[in-house]
């Protein structure tokens, strides 16, 4: 599945064309499809985990369990969460709470009050996620970056958004803009700090699948590039609008 794509969704044996591919999808998949693009909730419907965004999840899906089970092994010290057996016994309202809890007492995740902290006192902070992210939801990522702003303005910062900014690399996989060519985080941090350039008008630049050297802005979270005019491979054909 391709990001960007419409909902090509389909029961049992039966298809659906989407631009030159075919797209099957049994029940049990479509379930999960599902779940991955609904957020998830405990049983008071407290939403624990944000949605993920369209995205191809055939490259990371199949590490989702090892993954989790590490995470909680970290956390609980019982390396049986490593096995299929010990991820079976998984219970949301039961042990995400703990394995939150275990993880920020290890250092192994972000503690918010002291980046609020942080923040407030002065600090600049630049975070950014890969908006189709196929591993880690950007929209849980822009969902902790409005408590940690609620959090900031507790502590009597009136525009958080001076020092604090959330920027979405426009792309459907994991990671994407790490390299410097890719986005040029070093200079807008470097302008940040000396001149207090406020970070923006930052450019993806990326090789499609032909071949194609593109670019599209990085926009301020919840804003996402909509194409304006002009040539489809050029970030100038663009603009940042909310979603």
Request: aromatic fraction near 10%.
């Amino acid at each position: 599945m391709r990001a960007g794509a419409s909902s090509p969704m389909c029961h049992g044996d039966s298809c659906k064309s989407l631009k030159g591919h075919r797209l099957c999808l049994k029940s049990r998949q479509l379930r999960t499809l599902r779940s991955l693009l609904t957020p998830l909730k405990d049983s008071d419907g407290k939403v624990v985990y944000d949605a993920y965004t369209w995205t191809d999840f055939s490259k990371t899906a199949p590490i989702f369990g090892q993954l989790g089970g590490g995470f909680a092994a970290i956390a609980l010290s019982d390396p049986s969460w490593l096995t299929p057996e010990g991820q079976a016994r998984y219970d949301l309202d039961e042990h995400f709470t703990r394995i939150g809890y275990g993880l920020l007492q290890l250092g192994a995740d972000h503690n918010r009050e002291e980046i609020a902290s942080y923040v407030a006192g002065g600090g600049r902070l630049l975070s950014w996620h890969a908006a189709g992210d196929n591993l880690l939801s950007a929209r849980e990522h822009g969902r902790m970056f409005d408590d940690l702003t609620r959090r900031i303005e507790r502590l009597g910062i009136e525009n958080p958004s001076d020092n604090a900014v959330y920027l979405q690399v426009p792309t459907n996989q994991h990671g994407a803009g790490q390299g410097l060519r890719e986005v040029d985080w070093m200079t807008a941090i470097i302008n940040w700090v000396e001149k207090d350039t406020h970070p923006s008008g930052l450019v993806y630049r990326f090789k499609a699948d032909d071949g194609t050297r593109r670019s599209l802005p990085v926009c301020e979270y919840p804003k996402y590039p909509a194409y304006k005019d002009g040539d489809v491979n050029h970030a100038a054909s663009y603009e940042c609008r909310a979603n």
